[in-house]
Each structure stands twice: as C-alpha cells, then as structure tokens.
C-alpha cells in the first residue's frame, strides 16, 4: 500500500497530474476540494457548511475536514493506496491523517511537491476561472487570499514532511506530460 500526498500552492497542478497518476499507480485519488464542491453542487448539508469558508477562500475547520478524510479511506477497503490531493493543509491535518493511517497499520510513503512561483499561478488561476467557473477562481482578491493561508498554514509542512525524510520536490513548471514524468520519477524511487 502507497500513500502519496501531492502536495502544491492552489493552482500548481495537483488535479492535473493526479489524473495520471491514479491510473499510473492505481491509486484511490482523494481530492478534498473536489468532494467539497461535489457537496456544494449537491447542496449536502456538508456542501452548505463548507461553501463560505470556500467562497472566501479560507479552510473549512479541520474536524469537517479530516472526518471526511477518513470516510473517504474507509469506504475504500479495498485501495491498493491513496492519492492524497489537498489534504492535508495545515500542521493539524497532518498530525489526524499520521494518526488516523497509523491506527489502520498504513502511513503516508511520500510527500510530493508541484513548486511554481505565486505570480505564475495566479495568472493560472484566473485563466482557470474562465473555463472552470469556481466561484473561488474568479475574484482575485479570493485567489490572493488563498496563497495567503497556504503561506501562514500549509507552507509548515514542508518541514513536517521533511523531518520524516518524506518530501521530494519538483519542478512544476512544463508540459504536462514532462512534470508527470518528474513526479513519476520520485514515486519509483520510493
Ligand atoms: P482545492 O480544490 O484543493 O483548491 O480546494 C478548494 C477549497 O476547498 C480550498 O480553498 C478550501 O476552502 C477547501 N479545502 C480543500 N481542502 C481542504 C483542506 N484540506 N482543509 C480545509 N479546507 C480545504
């Protein structure tokens, strides 16, 4: 059993790449922003919880958060691993997920980081915006605002992941397919 957390400023290309990566390694791909947007687009009472943390570009508390984390693992005996894509993002989170993993004999194998610089991914984001209509990529003021959480709180775990000797960085600048490739590199290396 692999887990990998793919691990990125918003818009660095996690959802990309793990679309690739799920079948690459046969990976269960968790992405908590997609399963919250599923909620909102269904209007689940956790959809309706979730949307003004989203809509303002902040995080949705952690107990919401990392509980449907673990819903999600568990519904899903069978995984071969998981591919976590946002989660976690803040030191809290990341502390639930070592412990809920431990408690079922599994860990995280590897923390694999998208870098690209702020600028860059703003302008990614706005472009984004046009074509995915996420209320959370069209204000600016939102998408700045996301880069800021994830510097005051996601930004810590590169030092959490790297005191376990877990984070491996590349470049996530490229055509798709050459950053699959980089990121492909450091998970057959696990
Ligand atoms: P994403 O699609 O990963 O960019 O997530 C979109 C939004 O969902 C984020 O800006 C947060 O508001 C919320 N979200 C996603 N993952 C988490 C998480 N691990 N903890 C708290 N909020 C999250």
């Known amino acids: 059993m692999t887990n990998i957390v793919l ?11 793990a679309e690739f990566l799920k079948e690459k390694y046969n990976l269960v791909h968790l992405s908590t ?12 009472e956790l959809g309706k919880l979730a949307k003004s943390y ?13 509980k449907m984390v673990i819903d999600s693992v568990n519904a899903n005996p069978e995984a071969n691993g998981f ?24 860990n995280v194998a590897a923390t694999v ?21 996420r209320p959370d990529d069209l204000d600016e003021a939102t ?12 930004a810590p775990l590169v030092a959490f992941y790297k005191q376990q000797g877990k984070f491996h960085a590349v470049d996530g600048i490229g055509e798709i397919s050459e950053i699959t ?10």
Do not use: C, H
């Open 7 to 17: 691990f990125g400023k918003p818009g660095a290309g996690k959802g990309t790449q």
């Open 33 to 44: 922003g997609d399963i919250f947007r599923y909620n909102m687009k269904n209007d689940t």
């Open 54 to 66: 989203i809509s303002a570009g902040n995080l949705v508390p952690d107990e919401v958060t990392t």
């Open 83 to 106: 591919l976590f894509d946002g989660y976690p993002r803040n030191l809290s989170q990341a502390e639930a997920l070592d412990a809920f993993l431990e408690s079922k004999n599994m």
């Open 113 to 133: 980081a998208l870098e690209a610089d702020d600028e860059v991914l703003v302008n990614r984001i706005l472009e984004r915006g046009k074509i995915s209509q």
């Open 143 to 154: 998408i700045r605002n996301r880069y800021v959480v994830y510097n005051n709180e996601t």
């Open 181 to 190: 490739g980089r990121l492909s590199a450091v998970i057959d290396n696990l």
